[in-house]
């Protein structure tokens, strides 16, 4: 099999996994309710519609200053890259093509599809850097972690930040391994795309530009003994076509510059500290309890998809401090990489999950923060599931060549299974889910770990109770779901249209709980309006309370 045939075979391969993890999310959207974040997205990406609408009609009028600023004013905390293929989903899969019955999913569909993209695209690095097993393990094993199969669901921005990092780092390697102008070029346009994601992206220079200066470093020394200033086209073209297509893709900022791109910074680096329970204990303010990120990966990521991390992370760093002794040695690598792609993974990894170490990071977010560590994670487990099979296969019960083509299929069926089951299990419950190492739900309640946020549980209670038993007309006090987010349910039906929101208990027939620690004084507040201590209903996952409905 030749270059061009094995490229389109890996291309093939990774296409279906991310087409088949698309097709999954889209499968389960229907049954997951609106996280509160998504109710200001929908709104946003409506008021986008409408420009892009005006743009391929009039674009002389829809680049007039008045026209940017009225319109791209909406939610302009967070980029715009995102919400603006939101927006046009909906104009076009929605609107015009009819492809969704629910405006909701076409809002979705970017997120998903690009969630689908990171698939892809970690089957593709795992493909390259290590091998085809390996990159099909950790793509799997991507897919399979229950916060990334939550995320990758919603209106918003975490899990296109996990995909577009994924791919900057992707082909910055390319650039790398290429020497490719055509890569460096397009690197610049994906990071440019990034910047325009998340403010993640401002992190991917403690990544690339360390190990651009490690692969460079004899092109460097050459170019300062010619009195020249070294810097890669990849590096090149990062800084200076990233910046400008970020501008470009960012109406918002077309005006006021400056003021404005400050003021983005500011809000993020200033950011309010929300509430999040951690061990019992409700954190609203730092310092931040620095134990939080990695109890939080060991007790959502599945375990065995780390036990595979710990091998393979554990081969490649030994193998990388044996090729750094070689160098001192001044002995020839027994493991020679040029691109230092072990490095690269490793500096991904550490630099996703950095911040959390420190105590003044909010951790208001949960798990979704760090996303953009998990492929990096699972490419290390998928080259430890390639160690693991490699060892067995040396066993002698099955050293024959049939047992032993056998042995990758027969593990990878156990790694994947638990994963598989644990994030089918979550859905929709994916923030209240942990694994079984930590007692799953229950034990995710017992510790005191968070079993929500972006009060995404109101659906649940509708379909469980208040779909069958809620009068005709009642108020129903929504507690933490935005309003944007309760008018998309009532206007998809997934709540009766005959409900009515209101905002406190004091008005209502009906009262939701959506349960966190900091939220029990809205329990308070309902037994003092509606006279009794007792729920109606209880929503519960594995027997958990998630969402409690009291009836006046």
């Not at 390996?134 to 799997?140: N, T, Y």
């Not at 400050?262 to 329970?277: D, I, K, R, S, T």
């Not at 069958?468 to 009766?496: C, L, Q, Y």
């Not at 209101?502 to 349960?515: K, N, R, W, Y």
Request: aromatic share 16%; glycine share 6%.
């Amino acid at each position: 099999m030749n270059n061009q045939e094995t490229s389109l075979r890996d291309h093939a391969t990774g296409l279906s996994l991310g087409t088949v993890y698309v097709a999954w999310l889209v499968a389960t959207a229907r049954t997951l309710g609106f996280a509160r974040d998504e109710g200001f997205y929908f709104r946003a990406a409506s008021d986008y519609a409408r420009w892009f609408a005006l743009f391929f009609e009039k674009p002389a009028q829809a680049i007039d200053r008045s026209t940017v600023d009225a319109i791209w004013s909406s939610n302009h905390e967070h980029p715009a890259f995102v919400k603006s293929l939101f927006a046009l989903s909906k104009l076009y899969l929605f609107d015009k093509w009819h492809l969704f019955s629910d405006m909701s999913t076409a809002f979705r569909f970017p997120a998903m599809v690009l969630s689908g993209m990171a698939i892809y695209v970690t089957y593709l690095f795992g493909a390259r850097a290590y091998s085809r097993t390996a990159g099909f393990i950790a793509a799997v094993l991507l897919g399979l972690v229950p916060s990334v199969f939550y995320n990758a669901h919603l209106a918003c921005f975490d899990a296109p930040i996990l995909a577009m990092w994924t791919l900057t780092l992707y082909v910055y390697w390319r650039s790398v391994k290429e020497r490719s102008i055509g890569f460096s070029l397009l690197l610049g346009v994906i990071y440019g795309l990034t910047l325009n994601t998340k403010h993640n992206a401002w992190i991917l220079p403690f990544v690339i530009v360390p190990h651009a200066l490690l692969v460079h470093r004899r092109a460097a020394g050459r170019a300062l003994r010619l009195g020249m200033v070294p810097l890669p086209a990849n590096l090149l073209a990062m800084f200076t076509i990233g910046p400008l297509v970020f501008f470009a893709t960012w109406p918002w900022i077309w005006n006021d510059t400056f003021p404005r791109i400050q003021a983005y910074m500011a809000f993020h680096l200033n950011h309010e500290y929300y509430n999040m329970e951690f061990l019992g204990r409700n954190y609203f303010s730092a310092p931040s309890p620095r134990a939080y990120m990695p109890v939080m990966i060991a007790a959502t990521v599945p375990t065995v998809t780390l036990a595979l991390f710990f091998v393979g992370a554990f081969e490649r760093v030994t193998t990388e401090v044996k090729r750094w002794l070689s160098f001192v040695h001044w002995q020839k690598p027994a493991d020679p990489d040029p691109l230092h792609t072990d490095l690269l993974f490793t500096l991904a990894f550490f630099a996703a999950i950095g911040p959390w170490l420190f105590p003044k990071t909010p951790i208001f977010g949960g798990t979704k923060h760090w996303l953009t560590a998990y492929p990096f994670l699972c490419l290390f487990a998928g080259r430890g599931f390639d160690l693991v099979c490699t060892a067995a296969k040396g066993t002698p019960p099955i050293r024959s060549v049939f047992v032993a083509r056998v042995v990758p299929l027969a593990l990878g069926l156990c790694v994947l299974l638990g994963p598989f089951l644990i994030t089918t299990h979550s859905h929709p419950f994916g923030l209240s889910t942990y694994v079984p190492f930590a007692g799953g739900v229950r034990g995710g309640a017992t510790l005191g770990l968070n079993r929500q946020f972006w009060g995404y549980t109101t659906q649940s209670a509708n379909v469980e109770y208040m779909e069958k038993h809620a009068p005709n007309g009642s108020r129903v006090f929504i507690h933490d779901t935005a309003w944007d987010s309760w008018e998309r349910m009532r206007d998809e039906t997934r709540v009766r249209p005959d409900l009515q929101a209101v905002g406190s208990p004091s008005e209502a027939d009906i009262a939701l709980v959506q349960h966190e620690l900091h939220m029990a004084e809205v329990d308070y507040q309902i037994w003092t309006a509606f006279g009794t201590t007792s729920p109606t209903y209880v929503v519960a996952h594995d027997d958990v309370p998630i969402v409690s409905v009291y009836r006046r």
